[in-house]
């Protein structure tokens, strides 16, 4: 296997084709998909057409009405009066896909609600099971954090904390990951989150992550699934993250918590090129080491040849609504 550039790490993981650069590539793919609109026409989400084929099969009286407009290459559902209402339509037919075993990627349920936006941005129209987001092809929200710690005698000055996956997880088991990362419930602040997923996955303490961790910026990207998510290949997953730096003391060693993460290592910055290159993080994980070795002036328009390409990929303009399309700078860490 040859070794992956930083824009090839980019395009693992903003893999859906730009229709400027890539315009065959894009209407190839636009070709062969729906798209799930609100009331007032709205974009939300890039749907499958197997998965639209499944909608209409599953009985009215659990999914509610649906139109598709197989011209135009549109759905829409989901349109109660009321977010309550609306919910539960999801939620129903998501439990009636995950009892007749319709797609793989249910096996992975979470019990966790995840939140589609409306027009404004703000508006919550309805929540979704976490493992069924990518049949809708909606937006999907994380926090993803860098801890490190400072080391004068590696280069740039720095370690690394880099977490590996345990072999159970459904989706990418066994790949490196972020220091800590996890999903953004319906209704959770992106901070709360983080500082929950760190206490989780980590043994962080609470008094720890207030203090030190920091806000440092948003990354938004479309990605294209395969096998290793443990469901359907070809999902499309628009996604954003609110990520975080943390800088920890000298000598602190994480502690697996939950079961999700095998190990952690404190790796140098070669060390982790090195791993990033051969493709051993997950894709979007590996988007945010490189957006960390940005910030941190490791990589730099001097030394990376596709500087600019990978700073749009890191940023990339979407056309469904919700928090990335207001100020990058929401959150309230510290």
């Not at 793919?29 to 798209?35: G, K, N, P, Q, S």
């Not at 009636?96 to 919550?124: I, K, M, Q």
Request: net charge negative.
């Amino acid at each position: 296997m040859s070794l992956m550039s930083n824009l090839d790490v980019m395009k693992e993981a903003d893999a859906f084709p730009y229709p400027d650069k890539e315009p065959e590539a894009y209407q190839a793919i636009t070709d062969t998909l729906y798209t799930l609109e609100w009331k007032d026409g709205q974009p939300l989400g890039y749907m499958l057409a197997s998965v639209v084929e499944q909608l209409l099969a599953v009985p009215e009286a659990v999914r509610g009405p649906v139109t598709v407009d197989k011209v135009r290459r549109t759905v829409h559902a989901f349109e109660q009066a009321t977010e309550a209402e609306r919910s539960a339509r999801v939620a129903s037919l998501m439990d009636y896909w995950r009892e007749h075993e319709t797609f793989a990627t249910l096996r992975g349920w979470r019990d966790e609600l995840w939140p589609v936006y409306g027009s404004d941005n703000a508006t919550v129209l309805y929540s979704a099971e976490r493992s069924g987001t990518g049949l809708l092809g909606v937006m999907r929200y994380g926090v993803h954090m860098t801890g490190y710690v400072r080391d004068a005698a590696a280069p740039h000055g720095l370690r690394i904390l880099v977490a590996r996956r345990a072999a159970s997880k459904s989706t990418y088991p066994g790949m490196l990951d972020n220091s800590v990362a996890g999903g953004l419930m319906t209704g959770e602040d992106p901070f709360e989150c983080i500082v929950r997923e760190a206490d989780e996955e980590a043994d962080l303490p609470e008094a720890l992550m207030r203090e030190r961790a920091r806000f440092v910026g948003t990354v938004t990207y479309v990605h294209i699934t395969d096998e290793r998510t443990g469901g359907e290949a070809g999902q499309i997953y628009p996604e954003m993250q609110w990520v975080y730096d943390i800088e920890l003391p000298a000598g602190f060693a994480p502690t697996p918590k939950d079961g999700e993460v095998a190990g952690f290592y404190l790796w140098t910055v070669d060390e982790v090129k090195e791993q990033l290159a051969r493709g051993r993080f997950k894709p979007n994980c590996g988007l945010v080491v490189v957006d960390f070795f940005l910030r941190h002036g490791i990589l730099t328009p001097q030394n990376e040849p596709d500087y600019d390409e990978i700073m749009r990929r890191l940023h990339r303009k979407l056309p469904f609504p919700g928090p990335h399309q207001v100020a990058a700078g929401s959150s309230t860490a510290a």
